[in-house]
């Protein structure tokens, strides 16, 4: 039986960590030979975030202040905030 093989290259960079971030990955890893790539892979960032620049323009384009029930809700969700999860944290 003959049996067609192809392996294809990927593409490598060279990159600069901090040895914080440097030490993260290692950490992160789920077993010794797991590569970097695979665990920059493994991890996962939500899409569903906006920037305050686009923030800003949402807000001046609806009107210039806000309601003070947009106020309180935001105070509220203000108080509860907690920081986001550590993508890397070892599980």
């Known amino acids: 039986m003959l049996c067609n093989v192809h392996i294809t290259h990927m593409?490598?960079?060279?990159?600069?960590l901090k040895d914080e971030a440097y030490?993260?990955?290692?950490?992160?890893?789920?077993?010794?030979d797991e590569s970097f790539s695979e665990v920059v892979l493994r991890a996962t960032w939500p899409e569903d975030t906006i920037?305050?620049?686009?923030?800003?323009t949402l807000l001046s384009s609806r009107r210039s202040h806000l309601r003070p029930e947009e106020?309180?809700?935001t105070e509220a969700l203000k108080?509860?905030?907690?920081?986001a999860e550590d993508k890397w944290a070892v599980r």
Do not use: E, Q, V
């Open 51 to 56: 920037t305050a620049r686009d923030f800003l």
């Open 23 to 32: 030490n993260r990955l290692k950490t992160a890893r789920r077993y010794p």
């Open 11 to 16: 593409g490598t960079r060279n990159i600069s």
């Open 79 to 83: 108080a509860h905030d907690r920081p």
């Open 71 to 73: 106020l309180d809700r």
